[in-house]
């Protein structure tokens, strides 16, 4: 028996890896505490408990996070529009720092020097839990396996993991027929590793279809995304926001409730599906698939509703603003300095995102069919081809003289101009 080294929080989702490691870390002395977050995955929570306490867990937290998940995580990212290289919407990346936040509160109510996790050494997990659990704890100690030689060299492939599960009796839901990695919450599905790193292995989904039948569904989309002055946290959480079925009326309001709603009608029609190859933050490339189908929808109403209702300017500098909040979340520093500025920023930048989007859902797709909003900045006299309005055209035509002057004068032989043509 090892020597006792003390209480070392395990971020368990009974899973192969995360199964196999809490018997690991029994083997080497730890008395293991495990925590499993609840963020909207489909799981049998109390079969894990009790195989965790099976496996040896000294004690095993089960928390119900979905709802600050969808709050305090998933809005901001909507609000920011956070596309991680143009496709990605961020479904893993905006979970770890959730979760790892209840990591870190679970070993200070147990005294635990330790916290532990399984995620590999090549992958950005092992990024976004370990620098949220610096930020929140500095004096903590990560434990990471999959980065000890005497971990994975003992385990070089999941092959091992999985004799040595059969070895130690732990039920694990991976077959060698069924070799990849799948990773559920409220935002997403992923899938990855095993057969899928063959960038031709066609993908394995659970949501849709991409053959899905059209749905006859127009929803509704009342997205005061963020009316009203910036609080702290930035994020405003007690907004008016609901989402309306226009074939049935069926109406869904808590950010909760109308996200899993938005899941429900959405994925089963094969909406917010990609399959993509992705630059991970270690370095390397990757073969991602992912299912966002609330998170898809949501993207889009927004988009479309801020460009209603936001200054040009302005959202010419939040669209650079996004792209650097994207890459620091999909990075792992959502509590850096950096990012907790960015969050403030672009959370002014939405008191005017204020409006009703109309979309459809079908094949696949999302239509965005029509808007309105109080702060609309669209002026539909001005803009008008049968009505003059407050606009004199003639005055297009000083607009135009000015802004080409720069062209003419790159295009201009400068010995007619009275210049000086170049040595």
């Not at 505490?33 to 909207?40: P, R, T």
């Not at 370095?283 to 898809?296: L, N, V």
């Not at 094949?363 to 069919?369: A, D, M, R, T």
């Amino acid at each position: 028996m090892a020597q006792l080294k003390g209480t070392v929080v395990l971020a368990y989702s009974g899973g192969l890896d995360t199964s196999c490691i809490l018997v690991w870390l029994k083997e080497q002395g730890y008395d293991v505490v495990a925590y499993l977050a609840n963020i909207g995955q489909k799981e049998d929570f109390e079969a894990a408990r009790k195989k965790a306490l099976m496996l040896g867990a000294k004690k095993v937290y089960i928390e119900d996070v979905s709802r600050e998940f969808v709050e305090e995580f998933i809005w901001p990212a909507v609000q920011a529009n956070a596309l991680y290289e143009d496709r990605y919407l961020l479904g893993t990346a905006l979970a770890r720092p959730c979760i790892a936040r209840k990591l870190v509160e679970v070993a200070r109510r147990e005294g635990a020097q330790y916290v532990a996790h399984g995620a590999t050494g090549k992958g950005n997990d092992q990024v976004r839990f370990e620098l949220t659990c610096y930020a929140l704890c500095p004096t903590i100690k990560v434990i990471a396996p999959w980065r000890l030689p005497e971990f994975y060299q003992r385990f070089p492939g999941r092959r091992e993991l999985m004799d040595y599960a059969k070895t130690h009796s732990i039920p694990v839901p991976v077959t060698p027929q069924t070799p990849w990695s799948m990773d559920e919450n409220l935002m997403h599905i992923s899938y990855e590793a095993g057969i899928l790193e063959n960038p031709k292995v066609i993908d394995q989904g659970r949501r849709g279809s991409h053959r899905a039948q059209g749905v006859s569904c127009i929803c509704s989309l009342i997205g005061n995304f963020t009316a009203g002055r910036p609080c702290h946290p930035p994020w405003p959480l007690h907004l008016s926001r609901h989402v309306t079925n226009a074939k049935d009326g069926a109406t869904r309001c808590s950010a909760l409730e109308l996200f899993t709603y938005l899941n429900d009608i959405a994925g089963k029609h094969g909406v917010g599906r990609i399959d993509i190859v992705e630059n991970r933050f270690v370095g390397m490339k990757s073969r991602g698939i992912y299912e966002t189908p609330a998170g898809t929808i949501l993207h889009h109403a927004h988009l479309d509703i801020e460009a209603f209702t936001m200054d040009r300017e302005v959202r010419k500098i939040k669209q650079g603003l996004a792209l650097k909040f994207s890459e620091l979340v999909y990075n792992g520093f959502w509590h850096s300095p950096e990012c907790e500025f960015l969050r403030q920023c672009i959370g002014r930048s939405q008191e005017g995102v204020v409006g009703t989007v109309r979309l459809s859902v079908f094949k696949g797709q999302v239509y965005v069919l029509g808007r309105e909003s109080p702060r609309s900045l669209y002026n539909e006299e001005l803009v008008s081809m049968n009505v003059q309005g407050d606009y004199e055209p003639a005055d297009a035509t000083g607009f135009i003289n000015i802004n080409s002057l720069r062209s003419v004068g790159l295009r201009q032989d400068p010995s007619q101009a009275g210049g000086k043509a170049p040595s």
